[in-house]
């Protein structure tokens, strides 16, 4: 286990001992449900609920009675999108804004309203893969529901000038969403100070455990219900509470946003350090931007001429886990929508890698995984028919 250097944290992160030690209790002392109030078991499962509502909330700049907790980030984005359209759509809003580099939480849930009888506009990105705020008040119309951007972009790291857009929302009174998932326990975020209506964030990306997330839902907004059944979450989300992965959750975010400074600087002096020696390589691209609008933990290249499931075989045998863009979409062999978005052609997308760093590596696995970087690109591209 510890020979590997994990380089795909923006996949996942492993879940931090203080997180397994305040999840342990709710898996075997405190069994209870936190809707059985008339006895103690279930009072006591009820006060850690609530418990980890505020520490969200503290975590987040919101208010407790704003966070709804659901199964994972996938689930928050479909809550708001379809939960939105349906409540507005009644209403004769029936348009929605997004962009072309969302995660497909966000792109195949406007695919699905698209046949619902939606319309959708997805806004273009530039070559660093920003949205330009000018393109989204352009966008907006008389019937406009509903605009998603995302706040950082999984595969690239691109942070989004989401306050600005907010703005413009607010100003046309259209409801903004934005997916945090990447950003949370990244960079600094202040649900009420930077104008959101909604925000999603899942608890696996920030070294808590998978299978819990949580919609952050300004009060005064009200999305239809995705999930129907009991009163669970106020009435607007059923289904018992995962209660020790949403302990987890709460845990995970404090420690995450209590070292948010010391955290941004390890990570992103070890990206740094990985992308210096990237650039003396020959025929690669940095994807995304360099600027300081990008995750501090996200790097992603092209190696030109060295297919990107080839580079991460070879790294795959010297220990090392990286990325050929998000996990989702691995598997198919479609170029990433989000580097076709920012221009890439065919193949240089089919030749990038993303390394995403965490808190569990070190400066010195950054000079391991640089050797074993040259000797796995020289390879491939000494292989290829494409190259040279
Ligand atoms: N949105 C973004 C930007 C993501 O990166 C991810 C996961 O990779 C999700 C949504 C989906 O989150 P989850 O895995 O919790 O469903």
Redo the contacts with the bound molecule.
């Keep these: 286990m510890n020979s590997i250097i994990y380089l795909d944290n923006?996949?996942t992160t492993p879940v931090v001992q203080p997180v397994i030690d305040a999840m342990v209790p709710y898996f075997g002392e405190h069994y209870g449900n936190p809707s059985s109030i008339f006895y103690s078991v279930g009072a006591e499962a009820g006060s850690a609920l609530s418990a980890a509502r505020e520490s969200v909330a503290r975590s987040l700049g919101c208010e407790p009675s704003e966070v709804f907790f659901t199964s994972?980030?996938?689930?928050a984005?479909n809550w708001a999108l379809k939960g939105t359209a349906h409540r507005l759509g009644a209403k004769g809003k029936k348009h929605l804004i997004t962009s072309c580099i969302e995660?497909h939480?966000i792109l195949h849930t406007m695919k699905a309203l698209e046949k619902d009888g939606f319309e959708v506009t997805y806004l273009p990105v530039d070559h660093e893969g920003f949205v330009n705020p000018a393109d989204v008040k352009a966008a907006i119309r008389p019937d406009t529901a509903l605009v998603s951007i995302?706040f950082a972009n999984?595969e690239i790291g691109t942070i989004e000038p989401v306050e600005e857009i907010a703005q413009i929302c607010h100003e046309h009174n259209v409801w903004f969403h934005t997916?945090a998932?990447?950003a949370v326990g990244a960079v600094p975020i202040r649900f009420k100070e930077m104008g959101f209506d909604m925000l999603?964030l899942?608890a696996?990306?920030f070294n808590g455990p998978k299978g819990v997330?949580a919609l952050i839902v300004r009060r005064g907004i009200l999305p239809d219900i995705l999930i129907e059944g009991g009163a669970q979450e106020r009435g607007r989300r059923a289904g018992t509470e995962n209660l020790a992965g949403i302990v987890g959750m709460a845990k995970a975010l404090e420690i995450a946003v209590g070292s948010l400074e010391e955290k941004s600087k390890k990570l992103s002096a070890m990206r740094d350090a990985l992308q210096r020696h990237i650039e003396t390589m020959p025929d690669v691209t940095i994807n995304g931007t360099k600027g300081d609008k990008r995750l501090p933990g996200t790097l992603n290249v092209s190696f030109e001429g060295a297919e990107s499931e080839s580079i991460l075989l070879f790294l795959d045998m010297s220990g090392i886990c990286a990325s050929s863009g998000?996990?989702?979409a691995s598997g198919s062999l479609d170029p990433s929508h989000v580097l076709m978005g920012i221009g890439l052609s065919h193949a240089l997308a089919n030749c990038s890698v993303r390394f995403s760093f965490g808190v569990q590596n070190t400066p010195e696995q950054v000079e391991t995984v640089c050797k074993a970087l040259d000797e796995a690109v020289a390879e491939v591209r000494r292989r290829s028919a494409i190259y040279g």
């Design positions: 923006a996949a994972c980030g996938s689930e984005d995660h939480a995302m999984n997916d998932v990447q999603s899942s696996h990306k997330g998000s996990a989702c």
